[in-house]
């Protein structure tokens, strides 16, 4: 069994384990009720989204140093991953704002800089494929890649740089002082690992995908 059908297995798993666990095991919330339950949810994108943009990051920066076509493909395709599940936040988000906000959407820092992050890698994917030299495209992309991860650690740190209406953090170790009932941390890591490994067996399709194109590119270049 190869890497890539391993971790569809482990992300399966873990998947379903973790909605039977969002469902059942973890206690409803006082204040917010059922619809607390999109945290898990929107906390495992969020941090799914990070995951990706930290791996386009890191690659870019290995590809401008190495020089390898396997970085710049793994940053390609992770920045497309990481875009996806973004957008799942910027979802998620207001499905729960409405019903305790009373609206989808304010401009407050945490969400104004998520959308903002969002944007800066569609634009990413949008200048790769404005580009007509692949050779170009990479480097320049390389460098865009490096410097929109700056925005990551603003999102991040957000609700610490401002005022914002947005929920503090609501755990650091899972204990009493946390902000999370025990089982609540629990399934909230449980979330965690589901989406990471859903991230790697996403990256390594993808990744394959994107050598079968360029094998084909190759093969109608030589016709």
């Known amino acids: 069994m190869n890497m890539k059908n391993l971790f569809a297995i482990i992300s399966l798993v873990l998947i379903l384990a973790s909605i039977v666990a969002i469902?059942?095991?973890?206690?409803?919330?006082?204040?917010?009720?059922?619809?607390?339950?999109?945290?898990?949810?929107h906390v495992a994108s969020a941090w799914t989204g990070f995951l990706a943009f930290g791996v386009v990051f890191v690659c870019s920066i290995l590809f401008l140093w190495k020089k390898k076509e396997v970085f710049d493909s793994l940053a390609f395709c992770s920045a497309e991953i990481g875009v996806l599940f973004t957008s799942l936040v910027?979802?998620?988000?207001?499905?729960?704002?409405?019903?305790?906000?009373?609206?989808?959407w304010t401009w407050d820092p945490r969400l104004t800089t998520t959308l903002i992050l969002w944007l800066i890698y569609v634009g990413y994917l949008l200048l790769r494929n404005m580009i007509a030299s692949p050779e170009k495209a990479a480097r320049i992309s390389a460098v865009y890649g490096i410097?929109?991860?700056v925005d990551v650690p603003i999102v991040y740190l957000s609700i610490r740089l401002w005022r914002t209406m947005h929920p503090g953090y609501v755990?650091?170790?899972?204990?009493?002082?946390?902000?999370?009932?025990?089982?609540?941390f629990q399934v909230l890591?449980?979330?965690?690992?589901?989406?990471?490994?859903?991230?790697?067996?996403?990256?390594?399709i993808r990744v394959d995908i994107e050598k079968l194109t360029k094998s084909i590119d190759q093969i109608r270049k030589n016709f």
């Open 23 to 41: 469902f059942y095991y973890a206690p409803i919330e006082q204040t917010m009720g059922i619809v607390q339950k999109i945290f898990y949810f």
């Open 189 to 204: 890591m449980l979330s965690l690992a589901a989406f990471t490994f859903l991230f790697l067996t996403l990256l390594l």
């Open 171 to 184: 755990m650091i170790m899972g204990g009493e002082s946390s902000g999370l009932d025990p089982r609540m």
């Open 147 to 149: 410097i929109g991860f």
């Open 90 to 104: 910027l979802l998620t988000g207001p499905m729960w704002a409405k019903p305790i906000w009373n609206t989808y």
